[in-house]
């Protein structure tokens, strides 16, 4: 097993991070790699990495997003991806020392998938976990205990986050020249007795939505709702909540969701807590008059299987009427898993 790291204190640095972890950081990746060399540096390339947005990086949940940057970093320019991830897997597992939902989070990928690959990397090694942890600790006996190249990490963090600053410049300008000559034309057609077409129409989004959040992150949810999380529950900062229609919070060991309505400006606020999945749910559909919407979700870094999710618009009052006159049996919120299964179904009964 990979020694423990020691404890840091409270506000540190990225110096302090890179020197307490760089021998165990190099170690795993010699684990990754199999070679010294690509050991070295895809451990200096994933530093420098975090070393350009550590400013960002949750001090409480550092190992989860450096051990993310790391393994993927090694697994993005592989060839043999399918092998190279489950020996990925593997080493997380038995060397590492991490939950099966610990990995899934990870690699972004379902519960379920890593426990087939671990049983598949078993079957192709010819081993069992306690051999397995033995061939791994043999592997980087010759790891020696070395110094953080520190000023080579840091010069490369400032060189990429300069970089990615200049980037989104470039990007947040090449958006804003259209968006600036649109408006121009509205007012042009405003003058000339012509209008526009109405905001929002015929426009979708590709993005995911499930995103994973830092403990205490702010996030606007709806008009004037902001939404965050901590290791123990979700969290809401609403105008106004409706009396009578409180959430009742599901057990975390049984798989439930949760359901809430707040009066905001614009109509209905739906949104809830979810606990007891096998790993992240793959959508969350909240039934309304008009038919089925996508909900967001928000899920906190290092702790699948629990979130809170929200829609994305207000829910008109027309619509509102139809969601409370619902019969008792029908369900207005269901959480689906990785698997595309009903994981859970919201209790209210109107």
């Known amino acids: 097993m990979p020694p423990t790291p020691h404890a840091l204190p409270a506000g540190h640095d990225f110096a302090a991070y890179a020197r307490t972890h760089w021998s165990g950081l190099l170690a795993t990746a010699r684990l990754l790699t199999e070679d010294p060399g690509a050991a070295e540096e895809l451990v200096r390339r994933t530093l420098v990495r975090m070393c350009a947005r550590w400013r960002r990086v949750p001090r409480n949940d550092v190992d989860f997003h450096?051990?993310?940057?790391?393994?993927?970093?090694?697994?993005?320019?592989?060839?043999?991806r399918r092998a190279a991830r489950r020996r990925a897997v593997l080493v997380l597992r038995f060397w590492e020392g991490l939950a099966d939902a610990e990995i899934a989070q990870l690699l972004g990928c379902?519960?379920?998938?890593?426990r087939a690959q671990v049983r598949q990397g078993l079957k192709a090694t010819g081993a069992?976990?306690?051999?397995?942890?033995?061939?791994?600790?043999?592997?980087?006996?010759?790891?020696?205990?070395?110094?953080?190249?520190?000023?080579?990490?840091?010069?490369?963090?400032?060189?990429?986050r300069r970089r990615r600053i200049a980037v989104a410049s470039a990007v947040c300008a090449a958006l804003l020249t259209p968006v600036a000559l649109l408006g121009v034309d509205r007012m042009s057609g405003a003058k000339d007795g012509t209008s526009g077409a109405r905001a929002g129409e015929g426009t979708g989004s590709a993005a995911s939505p499930i995103r994973v959040v830092a403990p205490g992150e702010r996030v606007t949810a709806g008009p004037g709702?902001?939404?965050?999380?901590?290791?123990?529950?979700?969290?809401?900062?609403?105008?106004?909540?409706?009396?009578?229609?409180?959430?009742?919070?599901?057990?975390?060991?049984?798989?439930?969701?949760?359901?809430?309505?707040?009066?905001?400006?614009?109509?209905?606020f739906l949104s809830g807590l979810f606990h007891g999945l096998k790993g992240e749910p793959s959508r969350v559909e909240v039934r309304t008059g008009d038919g089925t919407v996508t909900a967001k979700v928000l899920v906190l870094a290092?702790?699948?299987?629990?979130?809170?999710?929200?829609?994305?618009?207000?829910?008109?009052?027309k619509d509102m009427k139809a969601v409370l006159s619902t019969a008792g049996d029908e369900r207005i919120v269901k959480v689906y898993d990785a698997s595309g299964q009903v994981a859970a179904?919201?209790?209210?009964?109107w």
Do not use: M
């Open 345 to 349: 179904r919201s209790e209210r009964e």
């Open 128 to 160: 069992d976990p306690g051999r397995l942890r033995e061939v791994y600790a043999r592997a980087v006996e010759d790891v020696v205990p070395s110094e953080a190249p520190l000023a080579d990490l840091q010069t490369g963090g400032r060189i990429r």
């Open 66 to 80: 450096v051990r993310r940057c790391l393994v993927r970093g090694h697994l993005r320019p592989v060839r043999g």
């Open 225 to 268: 709702v902001r939404v965050w999380l901590t290791a123990d529950r979700g969290y809401w900062s609403v105008p106004v909540r409706l009396k009578g229609l409180e959430d009742s919070e599901p057990a975390r060991d049984e798989a439930g969701v949760s359901l809430r309505v707040d009066n905001v400006d614009g109509g209905f």
């Open 302 to 317: 290092g702790s699948p299987g629990w979130g809170l999710w929200y829609a994305s618009a207000p829910v008109p009052d």
């Open 110 to 114: 379902s519960v379920g998938a890593v």
